[in-house]
């Protein structure tokens, strides 16, 4: 067991180096979490923006759902994907256990129901203000689901990120269907667990130190962008 | 005796006897039989039956809560109605029939896009790719050296007539504009009224919501005064600005209170 002080300095000495290990978990962790935000993306966003357009009986239950969903267990979410995948599950020929697609597959469930809750929210807004001129232009309802989603891009911007960081955070799910196999499937936060456990501080505060600098500058990014929509009245 | 076009028939003709036996409704027009909103128990569009004629310019006039914003509305079909009908060219107000037709608002609506992608979206909504009709009517109403900037950045006036080119990028039948001046400058107002002029000579049919009397009297071909919900009275503009044939209309243009 390393003391802090040392720990933090072999930490920082890795990073500097760019340490193969190292480089190879950030590298995957962000694989594996910006392809979960880019499926759960496609399929949430036209998900919510039919939503935000659509009134139907039902709906407020609907509603009720994404929003309840928005706070899924991971740790129940990789069990659910696990039992589906492993052998004996309904999708276990593919043979996905233990490999990133099932660790996509895993955080895309969990952050799509953000990305429909988060963006339904702005969508609809949007449409409050779109309704009148989509009516006369007689559009269809792809057009306007289009034409919501690009109009409010900066501003969904900001559920992707929400959904970014809820993926590349977690951990339950991504232990449970990856398995956290060394060179294979270890990602970020299971690297973190698994490091503290052993008592090797070093590699898990780098970890913790990449995991914090991803997030600001995500964030900071997402930030600087809609600042310029706004200043042009894109947001 | 003056001669009237007649708009007014049925229960609403009661009001105005001395337009009663003018004639029938024209079919390649707009014809609305019986049109009644309700909201909330209220009558805020009363048993309305009107037809307006397929070309020239239609002005819409009337206190504030008359319901000349939720007619025109009605007749575009942005709002069912409770009761009645509408038909254009003899034909149920459908898909097809409003893809003939375009709205102006008051506020104008515009994307949150370059004013160039603005009209870009109307034409491909009509499935029209071609740039060159885009550059033509930004030419048209002024705005083709702001083609790149954002829309939302204009002055109401540009906006205005950013909308308006949206508008006529669909190449509409019928030009549906809602009070599309109120609160803008002299000089953008008759840039307006002249882009919506040439409109009309050029074919389209205007329906034009305004409390302006004095663009009344250089835009309108006739009136229509709405009043409580319904059409009170309606002529030919030279005729009903000067001579009208009821007091409340009369109230109305002498800028009194009309109840």
Redesign the interface.
């Known amino acids: 067991m390393q003391d802090f002080g040392e720990a933090f300095g072999l930490a920082l000495s890795l990073v500097v180096s760019g340490d193969a290990d190292l480089v190879e978990i950030v590298a995957l962790s962000l694989r594996v979490s910006l392809t979960a935000t880019g499926l759960a993306c496609l399929i949430g966003l036209p998900l919510g923006a039919l939503v935000a357009i659509t009134r139907f009986r039902g709906r407020n239950a609907v509603l009720i759902l994404f929003n309840a969903l928005m706070g899924l267990p991971p740790v129940v979410v990789g069990l659910l994907v696990y039992l589906h995948l492993s052998r004996a599950g309904p999708f276990g020929f593919l043979g996905l256990l233990y490999t990133p697609m099932a660790m996509i597959i895993a955080q895309m469930i969990l952050i799509t129901p953000i990305v429909v809750a988060l963006s339904r929210q702005i969508l609809e807004d949007l449409h409050a ?2 309704a ?2 989509f ?5 269809s309802r792809r ?1 306007q689901v289009m ?1 919501l989603i690009w ?2 891009r900066f501003s969904l911007m900001t559920v992707g990120l929400a959904g970014f960081g809820r993926a590349v955070a977690e951990v339950g799910a991504v232990m449970i269907v990856g398995g956290n196999i060394d060179h294979l499937t270890r990602v970020m936060t299971t690297a973190i667990a698994l490091e503290t456990s052993k008592g090797d501080l070093a590699l898990a505060l780098a970890l913790g130190l990449v995991l914090m600098v991803i997030a600001l500058g995500v964030n900071a990014l997402v930030q600087s962008l809609r600042m310029t929509a706004v200043r ?4 | 005796m003056r001669m009237r076009d007649t708009i007014l028939e049925g229960s609403n003709a009661l009001d105005l006897p001395r337009v009663l036996g003018g004639g029938t409704c024209d079919r390649r027009g707009v014809t609305a039989k019986g049109l009644v909103l309700r909201h909330d128990g209220r009558a805020l569009i009363r048993d309305v039956t009107l037809s307006l004629p397929p070309g020239g310019i239609t002005m819409i006039m009337g206190p504030n809560g008359a319901g000349k914003s939720l007619l025109l509305r009605l007749l575009h079909g942005l709002i069912a109605p409770s009761a009645g009908t509408v038909a254009w060219g003899g034909k149920p107000l459908s898909e097809d029939v409003r893809r003939d037709q375009a709205m102006v608002f008051q506020k104008p609506v515009l994307l949150r896009r370059s004013v160039a992608a603005n009209v870009d979206f109307a034409l491909r909504a009509r499935g029209v790719k071609d740039t060159t009709r885009r550059d033509a009517l930004l030419d048209h109403v002024g705005l083709l050296g702001h083609a790149r900037q954002p829309a939302r950045l204009l002055s109401g006036g540009e906006q205005q007539r950013l909308a308006l080119a949206r508008a006529l990028a669909t190449e509409p039948k019928v030009l549906m504009l809602d009070e599309p001046t109120a609160s803008l400058d002299p000089a953008s107002v008759l840039k307006i009224e002249e882009i919506v002029r040439d409109a009309s000579v050029k074919g389209t049919k205007i329906i034009f919501v305004t409390h302006d009397l004095g663009q009344a009297g250089r835009l309108a071909d006739d009136i229509v005064f709405m009043l409580n919900g319904k059409p009170h009275d309606r002529g030919p503009a030279d005729l009903f600005l000067s001579r009208p044939e009821t007091q409340e209309a009369r109230d109305f243009l002498q800028s009194r209170i009309v109840l």
């Open positions: 203000e779109y009148d001129q009516r006369s232009l007689v559009l057009q034409a109009d409010a042009h009245a894109y947001a």
